[in-house]
């Protein structure tokens, strides 16, 4: 009997020691990517460049961000499959299906270029590849939601900056990031449109940066997450959008950088405001 409990305590202080070295090893990356985050921070502002934020950040913000982007990613395409298949429930319209169709086939090509830079972070045309797909699958599934119930499909609008993932929006508020930012109307997808109304604040994106959880325009090492949410939309409207924030100022020069990497423009883009 004394054998089977040594046995067993054995066991289990070799369980608690495996648990024990997981967890710490968690807290130790953890702790890495906020210390790399706080200095690409410093770096960035210690420079009076404005292209600096932008071409400077490129190889300390994979660091600092990548494996936070990957697991957001991965998270909006789950969520994204949960609503099609909500969807598809039920759905009777050929247009709707076809549209839902669309939205399977936009979902497919955002899990991979989404493995893509998980495995190769440098590689930054993959994570704005991944988000551009999930707003055109986003877009997509609003077409289906409204021909479903036999209205007529919405024309393409700009993702909620509250949030891209929250999809196309559909109504514009007036917003400022901070006290000390101006007011603008940005675009809002309906949900954060009605809590504005009511008095309360967007379900603005929280993640991890420099100072624990924060907005994601206050975070460095966003940029290109954002301008793959609003490919086709003009970037340097997104980033007047956001004046006043962390991304707000790294934006131009990543569009600079981005830009001088394709080889000259990045071709017509339509206007973030509705009509």
Not at 7 to 17: E, I, K, N
Not at 19 to 26: E, G, N, P
Not at 44 to 73: H, K, Q, R
Not at 164 to 169: E, R
């Amino acid at each position: 009997m004394y054998v089977w409990v040594a046995a067993t305590l054995a066991v289990a202080s070799c369980g608690f020691m495996v648990v024990s070295l997981v967890t710490l090893r968690a807290v130790r990356r953890e702790r890495a990517l906020l210390a790399a985050t706080r200095a690409v921070v410093a770096t960035s502002e210690a420079s009076e460049d404005p292209s600096y934020a932008g071409a400077g950040l490129m190889a300390d913000e994979n660091v600092a961000t990548g494996a936070m982007l990957g697991t957001i990613l991965e998270a909006d395409v789950a969520a994204l499959n949960a609503r099609l298949s909500a969807a598809r429930t039920g759905v009777a319209d050929l247009g709707a299906k076809a549209e839902l169709d669309r939205v399977a086939d936009k979902l497919r090509e955002a899990t991979t270029e989404a493995h893509l830079w998980r495995t190769v972070p440098e590689g930054r045309e993959h994570l704005t590849a991944a988000t551009g797909a999930l707003a055109s699958a986003g877009r997509h599934l609003s077409r289906a939601a409204a021909l479903s119930i036999g209205r007529p499909a919405p024309e393409d609008a700009p993702p909620c900056l509250f949030d891209p993932a929250h999809g196309p929006a559909s109504r514009e508020v007036e917003w400022a990031p901070n006290r000390s930012a101006p007011p603008r109307r940005i675009p809002v997808c309906e949900a954060d449109h009605a809590r504005v109304a009511a008095g309360r604040s967007g379900a603005i994106r929280s993640v991890i940066g420099p100072r624990g959880q924060q907005p994601y325009y206050d975070t460095p090492g966003y940029g290109d997450w954002l301008l793959g949410y609003f490919d086709g939309y003009d970037p340097y409207q997104v980033a007047r959008l956001l004046d006043g924030t962390v991304l707000g100022r790294q934006l131009p020069g990543r569009i600079t950088g981005r830009t001088r990497s394709a080889g000259g423009s990045s071709g017509e883009f339509g206007t973030v405001h509705f009509a």
